[in-house]
C-alpha cells in the first residue's frame, strides 16, 4: 500500500527527476521505514542495474567503475578519513569558508525553506547553514549509503529544532521529494563538498538543471513563493602538485577507499577482483580539468563476472573517479549553461574553494 500512497503524495508535492524513475517508483523498491524516529523514504539504489552499470564499465575500451561505488559504510567513512588527512585541503577549506557565509546563505535562503542535500553523507557543513536559516520548513538529507544516511539523520534531528526526513536513493537517478509538516516557501539544494566535481562537464551541467527544476516547483500555492537557491560548493583549478598530493596522501587512506570499491564488487555483485593485482594513483589531466583517479593493473590476468570473461593487461587502468576542477568564471559559464545564473559566490583567501550561490534564470 505504502507505494501507491507515496506516489501520490510525491506528485503532489514533489518532482521526479526523471520521467524513468515515475516508474521505477511505481514498482516496488519505493518503501517507508521508520528507524530511530526518523521516517526513511527507501528509494532503494538497485542492485541489479548496478551489475550492469559495473559489467559495462569493465567491457570497456577503457574500464572504469561508477564512482558511487566508494560510498557503502566503510567507504563513506574512509571518505571521513581522508577529510582529516594533511594533503586532502577541500574539507577543512570549505568548512572554513562556510563558517563565514553561512549567515548570507540563510538569508539568500529566507523564511520557510526546505533544503535538500543530495549526497548528504556526514551532513557536516549543513549544520552550520541549518544553524543560520530562519523558521526552515525541513532537512530532506539524500544518500546512497543507508545505515551512513540514517546516523546522520538521527544526528541532525538531535540537534536542530527541524523536521528531517532522509531519502535513500542514488541521486543521479532520480527520487521523489518527501512532503513535510511545515508550509514550504522555497526548497534549496545544498550540494556542497565538491561532489560536483565527480561528474564529466556535461554530466554535471544536466545535474545542475535537474536541481533548477527541482526548486522551481512550488509546493504550496497559497503561500507566494520564492524562487529557490542551488548553492554549490566546489573545488578551483590551483597548483598541480597540491591537487595530485590531495589525491595520493602519504598514508594510503585515498588508496584503501580505492580499493574498498574491489574488496565490494566481490562481496556484493560476485565480481571476484583481486585487489592485490592493483596499484592506486591519481594524476591531474590537464584536458580534462580533473584529478582522474585510477587502478593500475599490475600483471595480466583474467576473471569471469556473469558469465562473461574480462581480461585485465598489464599497464592498463580501471578509471575509478574524476575529480573535476574550475575556476570561478568556468563554473559561472557552467551554470548559465544550465539555465542558471550565478548570484555571488564566495573563496577563501587563497582562492582554493568556492561556494556559489545560483539562481533559475527565469523566475
Ligand atoms: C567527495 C567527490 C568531493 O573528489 O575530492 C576524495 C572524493 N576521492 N579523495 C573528491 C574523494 C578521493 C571527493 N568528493
Redesign the pocket.
Known amino acids: 500500500m505504502w507505494p501507491v500512497l507515496l506516489l501520490e503524495s510525491c506528485l503532489r508535492n514533489g518532482v521526479y527527476v526523471s520521467v524513468e524513475n515515475i516508474f521505477e517508483c511505481q514498482s516496488e523498491n519505493e518503501q517507508l521505514a521508520v528507524q530511530d524516529g526518523l521516517q526513511l523514504l527507501e528509494f532503494a539504489p538497485q542492485q541489479r542495474p548496478l551489475l550492469e552499470e559495473v559489467l559495462e564499465g569493465l567491457t570497456a575500451e577503457e574500464k572504469s567503475l561508477p564512482a558511487k561505488l566508494h560510498y557503502d559504510q566503510r567507504g563513506s567513512m574512509l ?1 571521513e578519513q ?1 577529510c582529516e588527512v594533511d594533503e ?1 585541503y ?1 574539507t577543512r577549506t570549505e568548512l572554513a569558508l562556510m563558517r563565514e557565509i553561512s549567515g548570507a546563505l540563510g538569508d539568500a535562503f529566507g523564511n520557510g525553506c526546505m533544503l535538500i542535500e543530495p549526497g548528504s553523507g556526514a551532513s557536516l557543513k549543513t549544520d552550520l547553514l541549518l544553524a543560520s536559516m530562519p523558521d526552515p520548513a525541513a532537512y530532506v538529507p539524500v544518500d546512497i549509503s543507508r545505515d551512513f544516511l540514517l546516523e546522520s539523520a538521527t544526528a541532525i534531528a538531535d540537534r536542530h529544532d527541524i523536521e528531517v526526513l532522509p531519502v535513500w536513493a542514488d541521486f543521479t537517478k532520480g527520487h521523489p521529494i518527501p512532503a513535510c509538516e511545515a508550509a514550504v516557501r522555497s526548497r534549496a539544494i545544498y550540494f556542497p ?3 560536483v ?2 561528474f564529466s562537464r556535461s554530466e554535471a551541467a544536466s545535474l545542475l538543471r535537474t536541481f533548477g527544476t527541482m526548486i522551481q516547483e512550488q509546493p504550496d500555492d497559497e503561500l507566494s513563493g520564492v524562487a529557490g537557491a542551488v548553492v554549490v560548493g566546489f ?1 578551483c583549478k590551483k597548483d598541480q602538485g597540491r591537487m595530485e598530493a590531495a ?1 595520493n596522501d602519504a598514508e594510503g587512506v ?1 588508496a584503501e ?1 580505492n580499493y574498498n570499491v574491489i574488496d565490494r564488487l566481490a562481496g556484493e555483485l560476485g565480481v571476484a577482483l583481486d585487489r592485490n593485482k592493483f596499484t592506486f594513483r591519481a594524476d591531474w589531466v590537464e584536458n580534462e580539468g580533473a584529478i582522474v ?1 585510477r587502478l593500475w593493473v599490475d600483471e595480466s590476468h583474467s576473471v569471469e563476472m556473469a558469465g562473461t570473461v574480462v581480461t585485465f593487461e598489464s599497464g592498463e587502468a580501471i578509471r575509478m ?1 574524476e ?1 573535476h576542477k574550475y575556476t570561478p568564471d568556468e563554473f559561472e559559464l557552467l551554470a548559465e549553461e544550465s539555465g542558471l545564473t550565478m548570484e555571488k559566490i564566495w573563496t577563501d583567501d587563497a582562492g582554493d574553494f568556492a561556494v556559489a550561490c545560483l539562481r533559475p534564470l527565469s523566475v
Open positions: 571518505f581522508i586532502y577541500i563538498g565538491s561532489t566535481g565527480n573545488d589525491y585515498t577507499f583517479s573517479e575529480s
